[in-house]
Structures are given as structure tokens and as C-alpha cells.
């Protein structure tokens, strides 16, 4: 078999699998993040290879969807059967000069593993890419083999689901139904509806082509048929107007002496296994590709012919069952196509009745009423989907100079100008409305970038060309957003108000956000803060104590001190009730001062009693990186001896470590000439590098508790625990595993190495006195055999 028919029929088989152009998937997302985070690179793909690009069905690391297939690397990974490695592109002439490798995201290092869909084709890659050359050893080989099986276990699922049923699911055609239901109950588009049920029947029939038609006669009664919604894919460039005219205003076929128009002369189903040789081919638009097998199944409504849906290109053809199994559907269809025929009159009289008692006279925008309506419906579905509704109140700025300057005929057609204006700049599922006077009101559903903030403000500020007159406007906007905002339609247009009044107190043209969750953390933050004095002045805060234990000894190593509030009016109060309240003021550090204290007092007391344990302390990020830590370290240590230096462990974020780097380093060396031991907490929640990792003066690595909770059962997070532990166990770093709970997590890291566990397996954070007799009782054998 030549190499160009092999590709047609990888293509082919690419086609048929019906994942070019989905939307990412938990099933390979989680794959190639376990990729990202296994090898510690910038990016890992699952790439896929079409005719002229190649499409990343799961990306992560990467900011672009697709690249052209000449310039990518998995193009070559496909051309072989095991994978294939580029240590250094800028010395590899295959890619020295490729724009990839010149440019963004300038690789140099590759590593892909071809994957195979259920019928043995190559369709594309696994593969993993670094900006830095690096070495690929054998055991980095075999992970990524066996990710590329997953994938394509994956795949196979995908096929089976496909191919292991000649006819249509009955599960898939009820959801098809449902969607057909919906969109034709809740749109007034009614090609948007044809769409949607064309996009269903192209994949229940693992069709290539299609189009759905309403069947329709001219005043002599002959037929023709009216195209609804026809396919774009694979249409070439030049007759893409075509596809946007059938888009635009529809397409008709109005001959009935072709294969395609015969259903609607016969009534009945139409298939044809070789299109290319069959005498009553004909009547495609021109330019439409070629097709090989062709089925025409006409749409009822009771024994009235209302439609045609005619697909193309089903690999293995059609049969007259297919028909027969899609008739429910069809069925669906040819129903609500009738049902949009016999009320379309009365539809129209009712949108008569309806805007006269919804909509504002003067510029056509839903008014009051009708705005409350819309408003309530965006909630009810915002809650349904999960989504989000903005809601902005804009008040005109200086309209008021405009009526009493041009008079009122001028101020209303300037009103209308404006009503236009932010109708055209707004989505067709938005909503803008006048509540009167010049208050308007816009709903925007799931705003994902505030721009569109800015640009309902622009075009409000375009200069006004009326009569003669050039006028200029601006405006204040108030937002406040739901379900961040959770209160009533009524509430919230309150609240908007309040934000729209803020926008022109600080200077009109602008908006202002109502951020309800801010206010309250506000005046949460403000009702701290004017306590904390108070709590340091009378010795609140307390340090309370976790033991750690050395797997290797079987004994408490130490302790990681912990700080709580023994507020006098609401009891022992976590860190999460005030810490984040003092991030960025000077108690941040009074009270990491207090700390850092208490722990040279508690580690003098352990030495005093003979004990041998060290304590590990938490301070503030923004304490920690501020010009007052490295006095605040050698001011506190400056006159402990060398035993107690090193003790005291100061735990440092791994998100903090990587906030500013000069910093960190420079703050972290002063620890280190002081004596202290520096340990690399929540590990496995930042992003650290592996040159930056290794160049961290940490003696430890504490495994987040997220990863060690989910340790047993979760495959994801056991692979990322003992990525981490081999990690650190090549850079010679001591591992911590924090959140142990189970004799099971306990095993299971005992199994891979790791070197301390701390956690309510063991025993909660304690006040110094229970927490030191905790210690004294503990015994390794007895929690080992369950006794504890």
C-alpha cells in the first residue's frame, strides 16, 4: 500500500473516531497533567494529526489549540513505531531552523510516544516539551509508553461506543430528542434548531455530510425544499460563501429530477451505495465535495411530507433500518416543524400583545417589566448551567444638558441612538433594557473578560451626529454579578445602583464592581484587625503542637508548632478565621515575632529536660519576604546557642518560594547562616522547577496533605507522591508527609521511602504540656499494630 492511500486511511479512520475539534476531556486532561507534573516540563500534549495540522485534543503548558503539521514534531513521531526523542532541537538539523524551536515556545527538548486508534492507524501523540535540552532515561520511556496506553484505552472506549452497534443507540437518539425539544421550545432561531439536530444525526450516523430541509411548494404546488442547516466540514475555501449564504439566507432545491429531491417526489427513503455511478445523481451546490454513499429520508408530520434530512458519507453505507431507527427523531422533528407552521400566526399576534405591554415605546428595549422577567429567567438558568449574570445599571452622564439645550424631540432620538448602540454591542443572549428617563440596563450572561465593561462605556462616548448637532456623552456604570451577588432580581438592581453611584464619585465615564463577598471580608478584616492589640497584649494567641515521626527510628522527631487564638469571646480560634486578615499589615509581623519566640522558648525547655526534639514554625509569606525579616531572624537568634539553631525548622510555602526569587534566596541564606534548617512545605502545589528546586536551600520537603489524603485509591495522587519522593530523594532532601489519617497512607508511604509522617493519625495539634505527655507515652510498635 502505498504511502498516500495509508494516510487517506488514517485519515479516515482519524475522521471516524470524532474527536477533531471536541471540547477537552476529563479522561485525557488528567493524563497528560500527570505528564506535566511526572517529568516537570513546560508542556505536555495529546496531539492529533489531521491533513494539515496537527490539534492538541488535551493541552497543558500550551496557549495555542493547533499548529501546522510541516513544522511539528509529532509529524515524525508518527512515522515510526516507538517514540522518538529530540535531546537538544537547536542541534538536531531536522529542527534547528523550525519556528517552534526559533520562536515561541522554543523548544528544545521532545519527547513523543506515537498512540493508535482501535484499528491499528497512528493518529497522533503523547508527548512532552521543554525549553531546556535534557536526557530521557529508560524509566522515563516506559511512564510514557504506558500513558500512551491510556490513551488509547481511552480511544477504544470512544470506538466500542461507535462501532460495536451497526444501528443507534437508543440512550444517545432520547438525548437527541431532548436537545431537539429544547432548542426548538426556548429559540426563535429555527436554523440555529436545525443545526443542532443535523450536528446529532452527523454523529449518531457517523455521517460526513448532511442537511435538514423543510419541504415547501410555490403557488403551482410543485415542491421544493428549503434548506435549514447544511455541513461546512471539509467545504474548501472557495466556496465558503456558499455555506455563510445558506447561513445567512438559506439555500433552496428546487429540482425534483435528482437524487437527492427524490424522497420529497416519492415520499419515501432514498440510498444509494455509489453516488459517483448512480444515473439520478446531480443537484449538489457547486463546489460541495464529492460523495459516495447518500441516504434521503423524508420527515412526517401525522401523513403531510414536511421535511427531508439527507446525509452522505457513512462508512459501510446506509441501510433502510438506520431510517427506521432514527424515526423517533424524525419524528420529533417533522412535529415541531408543524407546530411551528400552525402557531406562527398566532405567535406573531402574541409578540404584538406582548411588546406593547414589555417594551419601552420610544426605543424598543424591554422595559421594566419585561427587564425583571428576563432577569429572573438568566437566574433560574444561571443556576441550571452553573453560569454567571452580570447585571449593569447605566446612567447617562450629562443627558440631561442635551434635552434642555436641543429640546426634547432631540434628546429622545438621541436616546434611541444610544438604545441601538448598546444592543449592537452587547451578545444575542444579552439583554439591554431602559427602566426610564436615561437609566439603562444590560444583562450579560457568563462575562469572562471585562472589556465588555469598557466597550458598553465606549460606544456611549462616540460623538452623536444629529440635526447639525454634534453631541458627546459619557456614562457611569454600576456591576454587580450573580451568583457572586446571590440575592433577589430587586436586591440586585440595588446593588448595581449603589455601584453606578460609586462610578460617579470617582469621576463619571467609568464602571464600578459590587463586590459583596469583598465587602463582607472587609468588614470581617477590619473587625480583626481591631483586636489583634489586645490579643497580643493579654497573651492570647497560643502556639499548639503536632508531633512528626520518624519513620526510620520509629520515634518523635519533633514538633511542628501551630498558632491558635483563645479569643475570650468565641473559644480557640483556627488560623484560618484571622491569618489571611493579617497578610500585608504590621501585625503579620508581631505576630510571626511571637513565634519565632515562643519556639526558642519551647526548644530551651526540651533541652532543659534532656528532650531531643526539634520545632518547625510557619511565618506570614508577606512577613517572611519583607525588608524587616532577615533583622527580625538574627535579632531573635542572636543570642542562641548552636543546639538551639538547629531545632528550629522555618517552613517556607513552595507558592512562596516562587513569589520573588531574589528574596526568597537572599532571606532563606540568612536562615541558614543563622543555623536554622529550612523545610519546603505544601510541596506539590506551586510550580517549581527543577533548577529552582535545586537550588533551594532546603533540607525538606513536606508533601502537601491534599496528595497524601487521597493517597490510597487515587492513582493520580499516589503518582505524584512518589514522583515527589524520588525527587527528593535524588536531590538528598528529607521528605515529610503531612495529613497522615490511616494505617493505610501510613504503609503506603513507609513502602515508598518516605522519611517522616505527621497527621491525626498520630494526634492532633496539641497544647505544649498534653502534647509533650503524648509524646512520652507514644510507642511505634503500638500504633503499627493498630493499638493506638
Given at each position: 500500500m502505498d504511502s498516500s492511500t495509508l494516510e487517506k486511511r488514517r485519515l479516515t479512520a482519524l475522521e471516524r473516531l470524532g474527536i477533531l475539534d471536541t471540547p477537552p476531556e476529563d479522561r485525557f486532561e488528567r493524563l497528560t497533567r500527570i505528564a506535566r507534573q511526572y517529568y516537570g516540563v513546560k508542556t505536555a500534549l495529546f496531539s492529533v494529526l489531521d491533513a494539515n495540522r496537527q490539534w492538541f485534543k488535551s493541552r497543558q503548558g500550551l496557549d495555542v489549540s493547533e499548529t501546522p503539521r510541516p513544522v511539528a514534531f509529532c509529524d515524525y513521531a508518527i512515522q515510526q513505531d516507538k517514540a522518538f526523542i529530540v535531546c537538544d532541537a537547536t542541534k538536531d538539523p531536522r529542527f534547528s531552523q523550525n519556528p517552534l524551536v526559533t520562536g515561541h515556545p522554543n523548544i528544545r527538548f521532545y519527547a513523543g510516544m506515537p498512540v493508535r486508534e482501535p484499528t491499528g492507524f497512528k493518529i497522533g501523540t503523547i508527548c512532552i516539551i521543554d525549553d531546556q535540552p535534557r536526557d530521557f532515561g529508560e524509566l522515563d520511556l516506559d511512564i510514557l509508553r504506558n500513558l500512551a496506553t491510556m490513551i488509547e484505552d481511552e480511544l477504544e472506549r470512544t470506538y466500542l461506543s461507535i462501532e460495536n452497534h451497526e444501528f443507534v443507540e437508543v440512550s444517545h437518539l432520547n438525548r437527541s430528542i431532548q436537545r431537539a425539544l429544547n432548542v426548538f421550545l426556548t429559540s426563535d432561531n429555527q436554523n440555529a434548531a436545525f443545526?443542532?439536530?443535523?450536528?446529532?444525526?452527523?454523529?449518531?450516523?457517523?455521517?460526513?455530510?448532511?442537511?435538514?430541509?423543510?419541504?415547501?411548494?410555490?403557488?403551482?404546488?410543485?415542491?421544493?425544499?428549503?434548506?435549514?442547516?447544511?455541513?461546512?466540514?471539509?467545504?474548501?475555501?472557495?466556496?465558503?460563501?456558499?455555506?455563510?449564504?445558506?447561513?445567512?439566507?438559506?439555500?433552496?432545491?428546487?429540482?425534483?429530477?435528482?437524487?437527492?429531491?427524490?424522497?420529497?417526489?416519492?415520499?419515501?427513503?432514498?440510498?444509494?451505495?455509489?453516488?459517483?455511478?448512480?444515473?439520478?445523481?446531480?443537484?449538489?451546490?457547486?463546489?460541495?465535495?464529492?460523495?459516495?454513499?447518500?441516504?434521503?429520508?423524508?420527515?412526517?408530520?401525522?401523513?403531510?411530507?414536511?421535511?427531508?434530512?439527507?446525509?452522505?458519507?457513512?462508512?459501510?453505507?446506509?441501510k433502510v433500518k438506520l431510517a427506521e431507527e432514527l424515526e423517533p427523531l424524525l419524528q420529533t422533528l417533522g412535529n415541531l416543524i408543524e407546530r411551528k407552521r400552525l402557531h406562527h400566526e398566532k405567535q406573531q399576534h402574541q409578540k404584538r400583545l406582548e411588546k406593547a405591554a414589555n417594551y419601552d415605546a420610544l426605543t424598543d428595549l424591554p422595559n421594566r417589566r419585561k427587564l425583571t422577567e428576563i432577569f429572573t429567567q438568566e437566574l433560574h438558568e444561571a443556576n441550571l448551567r452553573e453560569g454567571t449574570v452580570a447585571l449593569c445599571f447605566i446612567d447617562l452622564d450629562g443627558f440631561k444638558g442635551i434635552n434642555d439645550q436641543h429640546g426634547h424631540a432631540v434628546g429622545d432620538a438621541v436616546l434611541k441612538i444610544i438604545s441601538e448602540r448598546l444592543k449592537a454591542t452587547v451578545r444575542q443572549h444579552d439583554a439591554i433594557g431602559r427602566l426610564g428617563g436615561d437609566e439603562f440596563v444590560a444583562i450579560l450572561r457568563d462575562v469572562e473578560d471585562s472589556t465588555v465593561y469598557n466597550r458598553i462605556l465606549e460606544v456611549v462616548r462616540r460623538p452623536i451626529s444629529y440635526q447639525n448637532s454634534v453631541m458627546k456623552l459619557s456614562a457611569s456604570m454600576g456591576v454587580t454579578v450573580y451568583p457572586d451577588d446571590a440575592e433577589d432580581p430587586d436586591t440586585l438592581l440595588r446593588h448595581a445602583d449603589q455601584a453606578m453611584y460609586a462610578a460617579k464619585d470617582a469621576g463619571k465615564?467609568?464602571?464600578?464592581?459590587?463586590?459583596?463577598?469583598?465587602?463582607?471580608?472587609?468588614?470581617?478584616?477590619?473587625?480583626?484587625?481591631?483586636?489583634?492589640?489586645?490579643?497580643?497584649?493579654?497573651?492570647?494567641?497560643?502556639?499548639?503542637?503536632?508531633?512528626?515521626?520518624?519513620?526510620?527510628?520509629?520515634?518523635?522527631?519533633?514538633?511542628?508548632?501551630?498558632?491558635?487564638?483563645?479569643?475570650?469571646?468565641?473559644?480557640?480560634?483556627?488560623?484560618?478565621?484571622?491569618?489571611?486578615?493579617?497578610?500585608?499589615?504590621?501585625?503579620?509581623?508581631?505576630?510571626?515575632?511571637?513565634?519565632?519566640?515562643?519556639?526558642?522558648?519551647?526548644?530551651?525547655?526540651?533541652?532543659?529536660?534532656?528532650?531531643?526534639?526539634?520545632?518547625?514554625?510557619?511565618?506570614?509569606?508577606?512577613?517572611?519576604?519583607?525588608?524587616?525579616?532577615?533583622?527580625?531572624?538574627?535579632?531573635?537568634?542572636?543570642?542562641?546557642?548552636?543546639?538551639?539553631?538547629?531545632?528550629?525548622?522555618?517552613?517556607?510555602?513552595?507558592?512562596?518560594?516562587?513569589?520573588?526569587?531574589?528574596?526568597?534566596?537572599?532571606?532563606?541564606?540568612?536562615?541558614?547562616?543563622?543555623?536554622?534548617?529550612?523545610?519546603?512545605?505544601?510541596?506539590?502545589?506551586?510550580?517549581?522547577?527543577?533548577?529552582?528546586?535545586?537550588?533551594?536551600?532546603?533540607?525538606?520537603?513536606?508533601?502537601?496533605?491534599?496528595?497524601?489524603?487521597?493517597?490510597?485509591?487515587?492513582?493520580?495522587?499516589?503518582?505524584?507522591?512518589?514522583?515527589?519522593?524520588?525527587?527528593?530523594?535524588?536531590?538528598?532532601r528529607r521528605t515529610v508527609a503531612e495529613g497522615v489519617e490511616t494505617a493505610e497512607q501510613e504503609e503506603r508511604l513507609l513502602s515508598l521511602g518516605c522519611d517522616v509522617g505527621q497527621g491525626y493519625r498520630y494526634s492532633p495539634p496539641l497544647p505544649l504540656a498534653e502534647a509533650l505527655e503524648w509524646a512520652n507515652t507514644f510507642t511505634w510498635a503500638r500504633y503499627r499494630s493498630g493499638q493506638n
Open positions: 443545526e443542532q439536530m443535523l450536528n446529532d444525526l452527523l454523529s449518531l450516523t457517523g455521517s460526513q455530510f448532511g442537511f435538514i430541509g423543510e419541504t415547501l411548494s410555490k403557488e403551482n404546488g410543485v415542491p421544493y425544499l428549503k434548506i435549514g442547516a447544511i455541513t461546512n466540514i471539509a467545504w474548501n475555501p472557495k466556496t465558503q460563501a456558499l455555506y455563510q449564504q445558506v447561513e445567512r439566507r438559506g439555500l433552496v432545491f428546487d429540482r425534483l429530477d435528482t437524487l437527492i429531491a427524490l424522497p420529497m417526489t416519492s415520499g419515501e427513503v432514498v440510498i444509494s451505495s455509489d453516488v459517483a455511478t448512480d444515473p439520478r445523481r446531480g443537484g449538489l451546490p457547486q463546489g460541495h465535495p464529492d460523495i459516495d454513499a447518500y441516504i434521503g429520508i423524508p420527515v412526517f408530520s401525522g401523513d403531510q411530507q414536511v421535511g427531508l434530512v439527507g446525509l452522505a458519507n457513512r462508512l459501510g453505507g446506509y465615564d467609568s464602571y464600578s464592581l459590587f463586590d459583596l463577598a469583598s465587602h463582607y471580608t472587609r468588614k470581617e478584616r477590619v473587625r480583626v484587625l481591631e483586636q489583634v492589640d489586645e490579643a497580643l497584649a493579654k497573651k492570647q494567641f497560643e502556639l499548639y503542637y503536632q508531633p512528626k515521626i520518624n519513620y526510620r527510628t520509629g520515634s518523635v522527631e519533633g514538633f511542628e508548632a501551630l498558632i491558635r487564638w483563645n479569643h475570650p469571646e468565641e473559644g480557640l480560634l483556627s488560623p484560618a478565621r484571622f491569618l489571611e486578615h493579617l497578610e500585608f499589615t504590621e501585625y503579620a509581623r508581631q505576630v510571626g515575632l511571637f513565634v519565632m519566640e515562643s519556639a526558642v522558648g519551647v526548644i530551651c525547655e526540651f533541652m532543659n529536660l534532656g528532650l531531643p526534639y526539634t520545632v518547625s514554625i510557619n511565618l506570614s509569606p508577606s512577613h517572611f519576604l519583607s525588608e524587616h525579616f532577615p533583622d527580625d531572624i538574627t535579632g531573635t537568634m542572636n543570642e542562641c546557642p548552636h543546639e538551639v539553631r538547629d531545632r528550629l525548622i522555618i517552613e517556607i510555602l513552595e507558592t512562596t518560594a516562587l513569589d520573588d526569587t531574589t528574596t526568597v534566596m537572599k532571606n532563606l541564606s540568612v536562615c541558614r547562616n543563622a543555623g536554622l534548617g529550612i523545610s519546603l512545605d505544601d510541596f506539590g502545589t506551586g510550580y517549581s522547577s527543577l533548577n529552582y528546586f535545586r537550588t533551594l536551600p532546603a533540607q525538606e520537603v513536606k508533601i502537601d496533605r491534599t496528595f497524601v489524603g487521597d493517597l490510597i485509591g487515587n492513582q493520580d495522587n499516589s503518582m505524584i507522591v512518589e514522583a515527589i519522593l524520588r525527587l527528593s530523594q535524588s536531590f538528598q
